[in-house]
């Protein structure tokens, strides 16, 4: 047999079923021996035997038959397992996961256009609430200050300090030496 066949659809098919039959065959010749031997062995007395022992002798021979023919039956089924899995998980696989990729790829797509659309709808509520303008109930108090009382600058600038008039600290770098103990 050429190892290199059973790696094929057509090799692996022909394999399984010269096994398969094979084990079929063998599976019914241990079902008919075993009633043979059954008939037979209930039929012969051997010296010493009691009310039920020809029946109970035939019984135990003949379960040993039953086993092999129940062996068989398996073995049978499980050459055409192993034709299905071979077929399921080597020969049908690519399709498969190309199938799967084209399916993850058009969720993806989905997943993409529905982020752009909710943004978009984002966006167009923001932009429509920005230019529309909003007419402010009676006797609510603004809440911007009015432009009177808005200073441009800093207002340490016009106050003098406590300790000696020096202007405040602008930042937190000021407090600490620059490149000195490092």
Known sequence: M?????????????????????????AQQYGQIAGIVRSRLEQTPIEGDRWMAKRLRAWKVARQLKAMQKASTEAAA??????????????????????????????????????????????????????????QPGGTVLQARPTEFVAPESPFGQWSMAAGGERPTNTINDYFAKGEGQ
């Not at 079923?17 to 094979?22: K, L, N």
């Not at 299905?84 to 996961?97: D, G, K, M």
């Not at 993806?108 to 984002?122: F, L, P």
């Open 2 to 26: 050429d190892i290199n066949a059973l790696f094929t659809d057509e090799g692996l098919r022909a394999f399984t079923a010269t096994v398969r039959d094979q084990h079929v065959r063998d």
């Open 78 to 135: 499980k050459a055409e397992a192993l034709y299905a899995t071979y077929v399921n998980e080597v020969l049908e696989l690519p399709q498969r996961r190309a199938v799967a990729e084209a399916k993850r790829l058009e969720r993806k797509q989905g997943r993409q256009a529905a982020v752009g659309a909710a943004v978009a709808g984002s966006l167009n509520r923001t932009v429509t609430a920005l230019n529309t303008p909003q007419e």
